[in-house]
């Protein structure tokens, strides 16, 4: 794994990831943006920080039985931050609306014109 942004660099300037055409097209404004431009997401600024959680999800990931019993507790914990009980709350407190009952559809009681 590379774990500096100037091995990154370097790798992408040497077109390590993409023919030269991509990477001038696709990669270079981006850099651009990043290292020499505004850096709204502060990409940059966060790269050691990123490099070394993704090094502690490759170690985690290798442990298979701790991996599995995180993503087991991670499910099990965002029962409370289900989408139908945050639009339910967005409905009740902030918008103040109530339900509305939508009737099905009964192929036996619709007539058709032919």
Known sequence: MITDSK???DSIYNYQWASEKVTKECFLPLI??????DDFYLVARDFPAYIATQTAVDITFRNKSKWNKMCINTMAGTGKFCSDR????????IWKVK???VPTFDPEKTKYHT
């Open 99 to 101: 339900p509305v009952r």
């Open 32 to 37: 651009e943006s990043v290292f020499h431009g």
């Open 7 to 9: 091995k990154v660099l």
């Open 86 to 93: 945050t639009i339910q709350e967005y409905a009740d407190e």
